[in-house]
């Protein structure tokens, strides 16, 4: 069985590569800095698995990249990665199809735990 990918999309180059370090001995990562480069990246690589994905990123946000998403491949798993806390956009971002919320500063076994029980189901 092949390693599963991961695409990470933070504006944050320090937030991408804390990821890419806590995940990157277990999963293949894609690193990008934009929604619309995200959906490149999916639109070229049917064997991505999940997506964490920030929500306040200038240009498109993560919750309209969530969307499209989505709309795309509505099977595929999406964490929102955000540093603000609020009840109505993990709301939102439920409502519009997210498979769960991790709030920033995170921790390493968050992560790997939202991921592997994200990547399970699949």
Do not use: W
């Amino acid at each position: 069985m092949s390693t599963p990918k991961i695409l990470i999309v933070d504006d944050e180059e320090g937030v991408r590569e804390s990821l890419k370090l806590i995940l990157g001995d277990y999963y293949d990562i894609i690193l990008t800095d934009s929604g619309e480069q995200a959906l490149r990246c999916l639109e070229k690589d049917p064997a991505i698995g999940l997506v964490l994905l920030d929500i306040k990123m200038p240009k498109v946000n993560g919750l309209e990249v969530l969307k499209a998403v989505k709309a795309k491949r509505h099977a595929l798993s999406v964490v929102m990665v955000t540093g603000y806390r609020s009840v109505e956009t993990a709301a939102e971002a439920t409502r519009l199809g997210a498979s769960g919320y991790i709030v920033k500063p995170f921790k390493s076994d968050e992560i790997l735990a939202t991921v592997q029980r994200c990547l399970a189901s699949i």
